[in-house]
């Protein structure tokens, strides 16, 4: 059985923004804060609302790193693959990170805790390699260290 959306939020947004030309882009934003991430069925609405094209749409949505069109972990895991996390070996890390939380890269746990994803470089080349959870970073690390990090996480969202 599935769930109806509530797209009253979009609504909301579009609402808010209407008398704005270039307003597209905060409109995604406000429309993935509100529901976690950008479904189907928002991103419809929100043509129709707005009158812009679906495809104008997801190609905005589509382009930049920020949107998500499918659900997101609660816990978002960020291996960075700059050159200097390169180099030291972050490609191991993720690889570990991945086998440990039983995901692909790009992927979600079945239980939503945990996102496993890449980003291009975190800036903190002195640390590398880098791994960020929810914000936090967490350097110079081996694989093993890396899921030590993870498991704590894991463990404090058991606990609270």
Known sequence: ??????LSSVDEIVDRHRS???ALITM???AQQAYGYLPKEVL???SRSAQIPLN???G???FYSQFYLTPRGRSIVQVCRGTACHVRGSSY?????ADHLGIEQDGTTEDMQFSLE???CVGTCFLAPVVVVDGSFHGKLDPVEAREIVKSYAAQSEQG
Request: proline share 0%; hydrophobic share 40%; charged share 20%.
């Open 1 to 6: 059985m599935t769930t109806q959306l509530d």
């Open 20 to 22: 704005q030309d270039d």
């Open 28 to 30: 995604l934003q406000e």
């Open 44 to 46: 419809t609405r929100l």
């Open 56 to 58: 104008r749409i997801y």
């Open 60 to 62: 905005v949505a589509t």
């Open 93 to 97: 890390i993720l690889s570990t990170l």
């Open 118 to 120: 890449t980003v291009a």
